[in-house]
C-alpha cells in the first residue's frame, strides 16, 4: 500500500516501561506529524519534522517523550517510563510539504494502554 | 487552551437531509482552515478546506463556509447518506517556525440514520 503504515497497531504495556512507536510515512513526503489522542480529546501535537530541519518539539508533553526521524523515511515516537496518563491513540500523518494546501496523510494509529 | 472548539460532541441526522457542523476558533492568525473526517480504527481523511480569504468552498456535496469576523466555520453536507457517519475534525493552521502549524478541534461524532 501507498498509505501510511504505523506499527504496532495496539501496544499494552506495564507502569514505568519504556515503549517505541513506529511511523512509515508516505514515500516522497518531506513532512512528518506526531499527535496523541487521549479519550473523548482532539489531536493534540506532538512533534513535527521536515526534511533535515530542526524539528518542532514544542508540542511534546515531557521530556520522557523524543522522537527521531532519519532523513525523510521511518519515524519513531519514544515514551520512556510510561505513565498511565500516556494511555491514548498514537497517530502519525505525512505530507508532501508542510505548507497550507498539503494536506496531512494520515496512518491508523497505535492504541497505547499503559496499565 | 483550546484554541479550536467543536462545541458539539455529536449530532444526528436523517438520510437525506442537511448536516451543518460547526467550529469556532479563538486564534486570529489562523489562515488555513480544513475538515477530517475520521472513521473508528482509522486514521482521520482530509475532507475540504479553505483559506481565510475565501468565504465559502465547495466540493461535491460538501460545503465550507468560513466567518471571519465570528470566527466560526461550518461544514455542511447536503444530502446526508449514512456512509457519512464518522467523526469530523474541524482543524485550523498558521504559518509558524517555516511551516504550517495545525490545531485540531476535538471532533463531532455524526450519526446519519437511514
Known amino acids: 500500500g501507498a498509505g501510511v503504515s504505523q506499527s504496532p497497531s495496539n501496544k499494552v504495556t506495564e507502569k514505568g516501561k519504556d515503549v517505541e512507536l513506529r511511523c512509515d510515512p508516505i514515500?516522497?513526503?518531506?513532512?512528518l506529524y506526531w499527535y496523541r489522542q487521549r479519550l473523548g480529546q482532539g489531536l493534540e501535537f506532538l512533534i513535527y519534522?521536515?526534511?533535515?530541519?530542526?524539528?518542532?518539539k514544542s508540542g511534546l508533553p515531557s521530556d520522557r517523550f523524543s522522537a527521531e526521524r532519519t532523513g525523510e523515511s521511518v519515524s519513531t515516537l519514544t515514551i520512556q517510563r510510561t505513565q498511565q496518563e500516556d494511555s491514548a491513540v498514537y497517530l502519525c500523518?505525512?505530507?508532501?510539504?508542510?505548507?497550507?494546501?498539503?494536506?496531512?496523510?494520515f496512518g491508523p494509529g497505535t492504541r497505547l494502554t499503559v496499565l | 487552551d483550546q484554541q479550536v472548539k467543536q462545541n458539539s460532541p455529536s449530532l444526528s441526522v436523517q438520510e437525506g437531509r442537511i448536516s451543518i457542523l460547526n467550529c469556532d476558533y479563538t486564534?486570529?492568525?489562523?489562515?488555513?482552515f480544513l475538515w477530517y473526517k475520521k472513521y473508528p480504527a482509522e486514521g482521520p481523511t482530509f475532507l475540504i478546506s479553505?483559506?481565510?480569504?475565501?468565504d465559502k468552498n465547495e466540493d461535491g456535496r460538501f460545503t465550507v463556509f468560513l466567518n471571519k469576523s465570528a470566527k466560526h466555520l461550518s461544514l455542511h453536507i447536503v444530502p446526508s447518506q449514512p456512509g457519512d457517519s464518522a467523526v469530523y475534525f474541524c482543524?485550523?493552521?498558521?504559518?509558524?517556525?517555516?511551516?504550517?502549524?495545525?490545531?485540531f478541534g476535538t471532533g463531532t461524532k455524526l450519526q446519519v440514520i437511514p
Open positions: 500523518a505525512s505530507s508532501l510539504k508542510g505548507t497550507a494546501y498539503n494536506e496531512q496523510f
Open positions: 514515500s516522497g513526503h518531506t513532512a
Open positions: 519534522f521536515q526534511g533535515n530541519s530542526a524539528p518542532d
Open positions: 486564534n486570529s492568525m489562523f489562515d488555513y
Open positions: 479553505i483559506s481565510s480569504i475565501k
Open positions: 482543524a485550523a493552521s498558521y504559518p509558524s517556525g517555516g511551516y504550517q502549524k495545525v490545531t
